[in-house]
């Protein structure tokens, strides 16, 4: 914000070929993406991780490779769904918060090594 106060600097940036910035946004872009699969790998999907990955990811390429899906819904959902990342995040939200994780007993069992009657 503080960069848009001086005219000069957007008449700098105004000079980058197109073909730049698109090259530059995609490689952006690309690096976002290798970031979320670097944290998904990270952590060890069990079967809920992998079906809200899954039904996200299957959100998000549906909304994009047909659009006409949505065309049905009334207009202020239309308008929220319409976009594939958020379409993919809200279904990633719903299903996070209605499909069954671990029980909290099976939270709470103490591991098998320990003895102590503290755990």
């Known amino acids: 914000m503080f960069v848009g106060f001086f005219p000069h600097v957007g008449a700098v940036l105004q000079t980058i070929p197109k073909p730049v910035l698109g090259g530059a ?12 699969l670097k944290l998904l790998t990270s952590y060890a999907l069990d079967r809920r ?20 899906a949505l065309s ?12 594939p990342v958020t379409s993919a995040g809200l279904t990633a939200i719903f299903l996070d918060l209605t499909l069954p994780g671990r029980s909290l007993e099976s939270k709470r069992t103490k591991p098998e090594h320990c003895t102590n009657k503290e755990h």
């Open 25 to 36: 946004t995609l490689v952006m872009f690309a690096m976002v993406a290798v970031g979320g």
């Open 49 to 68: 991780s992998s079906l809200l990955t899954a039904c996200s990811l299957g959100m998000c390429i549906g909304v994009m490779m047909v659009p006409d």
């Open 72 to 83: 049905q819904l009334p207009t202020w959902l239309k308008n929220i769904l319409s976009s």
